[in-house]
T-cell receptor, first 109, second 115 residues
Framework: GQSLEQPSEVTAVEGAIVQINCTYQ??????LSWYQQHDGGAPTFLSY????GLEETGRFSSFLSRSDSYGYLLLQELQMKDSASYFC??????????FGGGTRLMVKP | EADIYQTPRYLVIGTGKKITLECSQT?????MYWYQQDPGMELHLIHY???????EKGDLSSESTVSRIRTEHFPLTLESARPSHTSQYLC??????????????FGPGTRLTVL
């Protein structure tokens, strides 16, 4: 089976940098994805790490360390519109995703 | 831009009714999924399909059933709705190529309330 742990809530101010952590326990590991979901909206794909290291996409970066069973999503130059829930997710051998519990990010002015 | 649609967006229904939640995608994706999500909580996979005439149950046990007669269509049916079925139901699809990078595209969801 797979389980992914994330903090339930993070608060930061506009313009700041925030890091959302994800630790996982899996019977087979193929990589870590991140999804964003605004209240009342659908999850949307943000990034994927198949290998150790940092992947950068604009203001968002994602990091993976397989040896530590750990990854994080880094959001820079926070904007109010970044207030949302962020989910880490890991695929199993059949490519079915198991999602973490989600981290609710609140960006304050 | 993902093209995956769900209807209805909101549904309030009485106990014991039969309901079908519709999901369609125009991207030609082989894999489709149904998730159940309570407000502020994680997504739980309840059904998935690798292609036409292929359906499997997910990690979370569900009394619902699904069918996949056409590639683009993956409806979910509850034969007899109960208040415990009240939740948001999200449909998703993916190309089915490779592991991990198989990005899932989600529909807007159906928020179901059973009275």
């Amino acid at each position: 089976g797979q389980s992914l742990e994330q903090p339930s809530e993070v608060t930061a101010v506009e313009g700041a940098i925030v890091q959302i952590n994800c630790t996982y326990q899996t019977s087979g590991f193929y990589g870590l994805s991140w999804y964003q979901q605004h209240d009342g909206g659908a999850p949307t794909f943000l990034s994927y790490n198949g290998l150790d290291g940092l992947e950068e996409t604009g203001r968002f970066s994602s990091f993976l360390s397989r040896s530590d069973s750990y990854g994080y999503l880094l959001l820079q130059e926070l904007q109010m519109k970044d207030s949302a829930s962020y989910f880490c997710a890991a695929p199993n051998a059949g490519n079915m995703l198991t999602f973490g519990g989600g981290t609710r990010l609140m960006v304050k002015p | 831009e993902a093209d995956i649609y769900q209807t209805p967006r909101y549904l309030v229904i009485g106990t014991g009714k039969k309901i079908t939640l519709e999901c369609s995608q125009t991207m030609g994706h082989d894999k489709m999924y149904w998730y159940q999500q309570d407000p502020g909580m994680e997504l739980h996979l309840i059904h998935y399909s690798y292609g036409v005439n292929s359906t499997e149950k997910g990690d979370l046990s569900s009394e619902s059933t699904v069918s996949r007669i056409r590639t683009e269509h993956f409806p979910l049916t509850l034969e007899s709705a109960r208040p415990s079925h009240t939740s948001q139901y999200l449909c998703a699809s993916s190309e089915g190529e490779g592991k991990g990078t198989d990005t899932q595209y989600f529909g807007p969801g159906t928020r179901l309330t059973v009275l």
